[in-house]
């Protein structure tokens, strides 16, 4: 059996061709084969076929030996946090994250949440399942229910220095997925009310899937921001392991900016920390870090990439533009709940809106956020592509993609690690035009290679 749901650094497939029951028995088999774990955390999300698959995963668990500690329906950073809190052997999430419905995945660490990428044991799992060369156990393990919610919270609070926050008024758009009963269990710790938008959870998404990096999920949250004339807006995918926000006018802000916000109030507390960041845009986080007297560390993008130079560097904080957000303190795992509650801190005590915030950053580097284009042969476009751009070019690297540097703009493509795209970001230096300009152009030259 060839497995092509194995990804860079997660498991993602079609159900039921790629991924079924089988498959993800056999991972759950191969997964103990290979860590030897002796108690590994299990949790999914809403999709309708998780709670199939997680009965699957914890049959091949425990069928090698593995007592499982079942968290049921929770967010990825859950199953996080309870691998690391409970100092269980590993933990596994089955979920899909933004991906379209008829999908579903696994997220997969080891101790400590410590991931486990295709250059940390994934290409071995995936051969291990793949042959299913499994042998009898010496014990049979056993399934445990185990409720973290409450740690989980605390811990969430104790990233604010003081819970006396004004009463904001925030729009919460959980998009009917996991998000709603975490955000339940928060709402009693913060003097701040809740608008909540899409709240319960339901795995058919009547509401579409619970994806705002879309131009049209967007709507719902800047809509009912504006109706409630609330202070801001915040949005999740899935797993919640993203989050996104809306400034008082309703206005999407890119994840990069918010990178930079976290950032600073990072190296505030903490002057000469090191700060991780992305390839895909770059200049404002490069500049705010270098003012705060921090260091800025270029890492791949991926959850698993990022972590792991998160624990090379031992660096503080880390940001992607696509709204991941990493912690040291949060055994340097992604959260989508700690950085909107670190940013309703800044905003209280800075005593400036959310937009105001942001707004010299924006016009100091205006970007055009993340474009997705289906594109013939990836790797041969980026070859053209700079091929094409590299007279005029002042810096190129090959990190993630490809990024070009041209002085008073730059752009990075890179192929995704989960869907069959291409990304595009392109920024420029205080020049809105200029990104414009760029972006259309780069665009075309996209859809002429498609059309050849």
Same mark, same amino acid.
């Given at each position: 059996m060839e497995l092509t749901c194995f990804k860079a650094y997660d498991i993602r497939g079609r159900i039921p061709d790629e991924l079924d029951e089988e498959v993800v028995y056999r991972i759950g088999r191969a997964y103990a084969q290979f860590l030897q774990p002796r108690r590994v955390v299990v949790g999914y999300d809403v999709r309708l076929t998780s709670p199939l698959l997680s009965q699957a995963l914890c049959l091949g668990l425990t069928e090698a030996g593995v007592d499982v500690y079942d968290i049921g329906q929770c967010g990825t950073e859950e199953v996080y946090f309870a691998t690391f809190h409970e100092k269980m052997d590993g933990g596994i999430m089955v979920t899909a994250s933004h991906n379209p419905m008829n999908y579903n995945g696994l997220k997969l660490v080891r101790e400590e949440a410590r991931p486990i990428s295709a250059d940390t044991g994934l290409v071995e799992i995936r051969k291990l399942a793949e042959a299913a060369e499994f042998g009898d156990p010496d014990r049979f393990g056993t399934v445990h229910p185990l409720d973290v919610r409450e740690p989980y919270v605390k811990h969430l609070l104790s990233y604010l220095d003081t819970l006396d926050l004004p009463e904001f008024k925030v729009v919460v758009n959980s998009g009917n997925g996991c998000a709603g009963p975490t955000l339940d269990a928060i709402e009693p710790h913060l003097p701040c009310k809740m608008i909540k938008v899409f709240h319960e959870p339901d795995g058919r998404f009547p509401n579409g899937i619970p994806n705002p990096m879309l131009l049209e999920n967007r709507a719902a949250t800047s809509k009912a921001v504006l109706e409630h004339g609330a202070d801001v807006g915040i949005a999740w995918d899935g797993d919640f392991d993203r989050c996104f926000l809306f400034d008082e006018q309703g206005q999407f802000i890119e994840g990069y900016y918010i990178v930079g916000l976290l950032a600073a109030a990072f190296l505030d507390k903490e002057p000469g920390a090191k700060i991780i960041h992305d390839p895909r845009l770059v200049w404002n986080t490069q500049e705010i870090v270098k003012a705060g007297g921090g260091i800025a560390v270029q890492s791949k993008s991926g959850h698993a990439f990022i972590k792991e130079r998160m624990r090379t560097e031992d660096a #503080?904080?880390?940001g992607e533009m696509s709204a991941h957000h990493y =912690?040291? /303190? =949060? !055994?340097?795992? /992604?959260?989508? $709940? #700690? &950085?909107?509650?670190?940013?309703?801190?800044? $905003?209280?005590? !800075?005593?400036? &809106?959310? !937009?105001? $915030?942001v707004q010299e950053c924006i016009a100091a580097y205006p970007a055009s956020g993340e474009i997705n284009r289906e594109v013939n042969n990836a790797p041969a476009a980026l070859k053209a592509l700079e091929q094409e751009y590299a007279p005029a070019a002042r810096e190129i690297e090959h990190l993630d993609g490809l990024s070009m540097d041209f002085g008073s703009w730059r752009f990075n493509l890179r192929s995704s690690n989960t869907e069959p795209v291409v990304r595009l970001n392109v920024e420029s230096r205080a020049d809105q035009e200029l990104m414009e300009e760029k972006t259309r152009e780069l665009l075309d030259w996209l859809e002429r290679w498609q059309n050849k």
């Open positions: #503080i904080y880390g =912690f040291r /303190d =949060f !055994s340097y795992c /992604d959260s989508g $709940m #700690i &950085p909107w509650l670190l940013v309703l801190e800044l $905003m209280a005590k !800075s005593k400036k &809106p959310l !937009s105001q $915030m």
